[in-house]
């Protein structure tokens, strides 16, 4: 590693960026009290984990979905105004939720809101992936994503804490409210950005030809194909019923909701500090660097498996979040230096695409394959299985350094040349 300022205060003085910065600030703050008020909802309304599984998991389902779309808007409008859209459709849905509690509404419902909603995730996540680089120059590409990342994990820090808060006291009802008015002003903020217009093109391929051609994009890049498919089985196995056993067995051991809020507050409080210390160098292998810090987050399973403590599991939690971060910096800026921009969105959509695919299926099976093989049993085991795939993913060429190897002597291509 060598020695590199930290945040480059420069990249506020382009134009757009520091509106898309409070912008993602706001959203990620209601983002992530979503959840906290969500599962304490049907956990009270006595739903279990397999009825909490299936409802978080249709929302991601649908984004799984319709990803693809939204990677192909995200190319062709102006990504500000998919992002936009995105925001506002979450912020109506989430109003919607507080008018089906009033009227005490079935499940079933509360999973076709959620899944609707995650539409809205489908459509804004590629054009919040690709934006970056019609914002800033190549080389303020680190430190912006560096920043946005440390600002997604503040409010990911700040919206359970607040999520908790206003659940405690006020109820989920006033806790949706707030969400919804989070969407709503943090999406106001883009009307600001100043994107360049995307050019029509009366020749354009067919939509169904340009989400092949962002399927393309990835598969000839092997190390990108692979580390994704990775992904998600890590994801589906590991992510999926920790998301879903953390509420349940925190709320059991401990008999409240206070240690499920604070570990995922603590979480994201390992991921700033991990997203400040790594921004502030230019790793040789950044791939390397990434996929061995990720190893750490078998912290998280390990956690659940021995909830000796409410310490004990607050702690793990905020090493598994300094486990992810280095993978979100260095993983965002070697797509954004790899992919050109006209591809950019649909690649990000294949990328939020493949690593999500199996995520819904492993929250939606966790409540059932737990009461099968037991809790620790399983938790035991993906965490061995977590292990044993970051090894794996060391070993595809090109992960190393996050970048397509060159044929010759020098490990990588000179367009894949970490900067």
């Avoid at 217009?197 to 989400?211: A, D, G, L, S, W």
Wanted: proline share 6%.
């Amino acid at each position: 590693m060598t020695k590199k300022k930290a945040f480059d205060s420069t990249v506020f003085h382009h134009q757009g960026f520091w509106q898309l910065w409070v912008s993602g600030l706001l959203i990620v703050v209601g983002y992530q009290a979503f959840p906290v008020a969500l599962a304490v909802t049907v956990l009270d309304a006595g739903g279990s984990a397999s009825t909490l599984g299936s409802i978080l998991a249709a929302r991601v389902f649908s984004s799984v979905l319709l990803v693809l779309a939204g990677g192909v808007w995200a190319d062709r409008l102006p990504q500000k105004f998919v992002m936009i859209f995105a925001d506002v459709l979450r912020g109506l849905l989430t109003l919607a939720i507080v008018f089906a509690s009033v009227a005490h509404a079935r499940a079933w419902v509360l999973a076709v809101i959620i899944f609707i909603m995650g539409a809205g995730e489908a459509l804004g996540a590629p054009a919040s992936n690709s934006i970056l680089p019609s914002i800033l120059p190549a080389e303020k590409l680190p430190a912006g994503n560096a920043l946005r990342s440390v600002t997604g994990r503040t409010g990911s820090i700040v919206g359970p804490a607040i999520g908790g808060l206003l659940v405690a006291t006020l109820g989920s009802k006033l806790t949706f409210v707030f969400v919804a008015g989070m969407f709503f002003v943090g999406t106001s903020l883009l009307l600001g950005i100043k994107s360049p217009p995307k050019v029509f093109n009366e020749n354009r391929p067919t939509f169904r030809h340009e989400i092949k051609e962002g399927l393309k994009a990835v598969w000839n890049m092997p190390w990108v194909f692979w580390i994704i498919l990775i992904a998600a089985l890590q994801l589906a196995v590991v992510v999926g019923v920790e998301t879903v056993l953390l509420p349940v067995i925190t709320r059991r051991e401990f008999h409240g909701n206070g240690v499920f809020a604070a570990s995922t507050a603590m979480f994201s409080l390992g991921g700033v500090i991990t997203a400040i210390w790594f921004a502030r160098y230019k790793a040789k292998k950044p791939g390397l660097l990434s996929i061995i810090s990720w190893i750490f987050f078998a912290a998280a399973p390990l956690a659940l498996a021995f909830p000796i403590s409410p310490l004990f599991v607050i702690g793990c939690y905020f090493v598994a979040g300094l486990a992810t971060e280095p993978f979100g910096v260095y993983w965002s800026t070697a797509l954004q230096r790899e992919i050109p921009n006209e591809m950019l969105g649909r690649v990000s959509s294949v990328d939020y695409m493949g690593s999500l695919a199996l995520l819904p299926v492993g929250m939606a099976l966790a409540g059932p394959v737990t009461s099968l093989v037991g809790e620790r049993p399983y938790l035991i085991g993906a965490t061995v299985f977590h292990i044993v795939l970051c090894f794996v993913m060391l070993a595809i060429p090109g992960a190393v350094y996050f970048a397509t190897p060159k044929k010759g002597n020098s490990p990588i291509s000179e367009q894949g040349k970490v900067q």
